[in-house]
């Protein structure tokens, strides 16, 4: 079993949805969760940073975390097609060596 | 703020040679540098961790002799892959942390796409 698991998709969805993208992870230590967004042959971009459990919202994008489901999730909101891209989660803890653990990424698409 | 530049951002070359990746960080001084793997549809895999100054630490499983990572200052760090064969094409990304950034957050540079041919 991977530490982390995220559906790869793709995910095709109409402008102006919703999108929930989501993770699952087994290490029960990791207490800082990211969200990635990387555009395609381009280095991943940080769209989220999140500690612990709880919401944060960040313009069009909310992340949750609940740590006692071990669950992370990304809400985009009116998903426009520039949102169109490859979306990872990444999580961490401290004594870690903060070496971060990646999702495989799902991959999204934004259509007219 | 927090640019990280990579470069080349592709290349080609031929089995056998070898091909140095650059990674700068243009606006702060990256006191760590990680450089990361990554095939098509795939994850990100951690292939190793250098602090400014010291030698880098390797993932199980990643040679050090053919990934030669060496991070001489606070804005530069470069991955030479040695002798590179068709299976090391891959794409290269690289991401830095400065003593001013939160300790679990690192930024990537662009990527480099390589192709052993």
């Known amino acids: 079993q991977k530490e982390v698991e995220q559906d790869p998709g793709p995910l095709s969805v109409p402008e102006g949805a919703i999108v929930s993208l989501n993770c699952t992870y087994s290490n029960s230590a990791f207490q800082y969760f990211m969200w990635y967004r990387q555009y395609s042959r381009k280095g991943p971009e940080l769209l989220m940073y999140t500690y612990s459990s709880g919401n944060k919202e960040d313009g069009r994008f909310t992340a949750q975390v609940d740590k006692s489901s071990k669950y992370i999730s990304l809400f985009i909101r009116d998903s426009q097609p520039s949102d169109s891209a490859t979306y990872l989660c990444a999580m961490t803890f401290t004594g870690g060596g903060n070496k971060l653990t990646f999702g495989t990424g799902t991959q999204l698409k934004v259509e007219l | 703020g927090a640019v990280v530049s990579q470069h080349p951002s592709w290349v080609i070359c031929k089995s056998g040679t070898s091909v140095k990746i650059e990674c700068r960080s243009l606006?702060?001084?990256?006191?760590?540098m990680f450089w990361y793997r990554q095939f098509p549809k795939q994850s990100l895999m951690l292939m190793a961790t250098?602090?400014?100054?010291?030698?880098?630490?390797?993932e199980q499983g990643v040679e050090k002799d053919k990934f030669l990572i060496n991070h001489a200052s606070l804005t530069l760090s470069t991955l030479t892959v040695t002798s590179a064969h068709p299976e090391d094409s891959s794409f290269y990304i690289c991401?830095?942390?400065?003593?001013?950034?939160?300790?679990?957050?690192?930024?990537f540079g662009q990527g480099t796409r390589l192709t052993v041919v």
């Open positions: 606006d702060f001084q990256a006191t760590t």
């Open positions: 991401s830095a942390r400065g003593s001013t950034q939160r300790n679990t957050e690192a930024f």
């Open positions: 250098s602090n400014e100054g010291s030698k880098a630490t390797y």
